[in-house]
C-alpha cells in the first residue's frame, strides 16, 4: 500500500520522519529552465524521471534513494511551492 505525504507552502501534511527524505525544502530556488532544474537537482543525487510546464507551475517527478517524489515550482522564479513524497507501507 502507497500513502502520499504533501508539503505545501500554505500548509504541511507529514511526519518528522518524511521530511528528512527530501533534500530539497519548501522555498528553494532550483532555476526556470529545465536546464537548471536539472542542474540543481542532479548535484544532490535526484533521477529526474519528467518536468512539465503547466498552469504557470512547473512539475518535477524524481527518484533518490527509491524514494518518489514530485516537486511543484514556481514557473516566475523557479521556487519550490509543494514536495510530495510517496512511500510503501509495508
Known sequence: METLKLLTLTG???TAPVLALANVALGDKLGTTESDIRTALEAQGYEIEEIEFEDGEIEV???KDG???ELVLSETDGMV???ELEEDDD
Request: overall charge negative; proline content about 0%.
Open 12 to 14: 504541511l501534511i507529514a
Open 67 to 69: 524514494v518518489e517524489t
Open 81 to 83: 511551492t509543494a514536495i
Open 61 to 63: 517527478e524524481l527518484i
